[in-house]
């Protein structure tokens, strides 16, 4: 923190700071406001804490504030080496949750078992529907976490009577149509998610707190897969077109 507002009482010139902006994240300098911002523990370093926020607040927020996950429950998380998805892993298995996880290639099963996952279905090679069908025995998931956009008819399918699909961003890209009368047959519900506006919330930034508390604690882990600095940024922006790396890719001014 390099300077503060003159009503600014939270927050000191020195402090070290995580932060949201839905702006500017190339910049070498942010102004945003206070309650956006987190203090970063000790021992946490500051490339976790730059990705922590975005990445396990919004799992949090996708699995217990909308998905309403619960012990003993089965949850489906698509694209679970992304950042959103690693986070999504750890939190649900550490709340007593079955967590089938997919991802591409079979390199990433090893990493994902080790954070939480009980199954792993690597869509590259195996149909993801007749996957997870196997896993439970035909009866579906409990609850759907899919960040992808372009999967939500293979979500859907996998969605047991009464289940939650949260979907959360879009990126699979273009544009989907989904049909609505099997889940109303079905009596699910399907919630979007945009965290954008939520960051400010009191209940959103304490968990983001809290998880800040975990890493230090060594309960959970971010995982970060390469740090570029910004001069370098073409060579980050064709990393993570090309590479498919397995969680955050962290840009250092």
């Known amino acids: 923190m390099v300077a503060v507002g003159s009503n600014v009482r939270s927050r000191?010139?020195?402090?070290?700071?995580?932060?949201?902006?839905m702006q500017g994240s190339h910049a070498e300098l942010w102004a945003v406001p206070a309650e956006r911002t987190w203090l970063i523990p000790a021992?946490?370093?500051a490339a976790e804490a730059a990705v922590l926020p975005i990445s396990f607040g919004t799992a949090h927020h996708c699995l217990f504030t909308r998905?309403?996950?619960?012990h003993g429950e089965t949850v489906l998380i698509q694209a679970a080496a992304g950042g959103v998805g690693l986070a999504a892993?750890?939190?649900?298995?550490q709340a007593g949750a079955t967590v089938i996880a997919v991802a591409s290639g079979t390199q990433r099963r090893s990493r994902l078992l080790e954070l939480g996952a009980d199954h792993v279905v690597d869509r590259t090679a195996n149909d993801v529907v007749d996957s997870v069908r196997r896993f439970t025995r035909g009866a579906?998931?409990?609850l759907v976490i899919d960040p992808v956009g372009t999967t939500l008819p293979a979500s859907l399918s996998v969605l047991a009577a009464e289940g939650r699909l949260v979907f959360v961003g879009n990126a699979g890209g273009g544009s989907?149509?989904?049909d609505l009368w099997p889940p109303m047959q079905s009596n699910q519900t399907l919630m979007g998610v945009f965290?954008?506006?939520l960051f400010a919330r009191p209940g959103v930034r304490s968990s983001v707190d809290d998880m800040l508390q975990a890493v230090a604690a060594g309960r959970i882990r971010v995982v970060i897969d390469r740090i570029f600095p910004l001069p370098t940024l073409p060579r980050l922006t064709n990393f993570a077109e090309t590479?498919?790396?397995?969680?955050?890719?962290?840009?250092?001014p």
């Open 243 to 252: 590479a498919k790396p397995l969680g955050r890719i962290v840009m250092k």
């Open 140 to 142: 579906g998931v409990d």
């Open 12 to 21: 000191t010139v020195g402090d070290r700071v995580a932060a949201f902006s």
């Open 195 to 197: 965290m954008g506006p």
């Open 43 to 45: 021992g946490v370093g």
């Open 176 to 178: 989907l149509t989904v």
């Open 67 to 70: 998905g309403m996950l619960r």
């Open 89 to 93: 892993v750890q939190l649900a298995s």
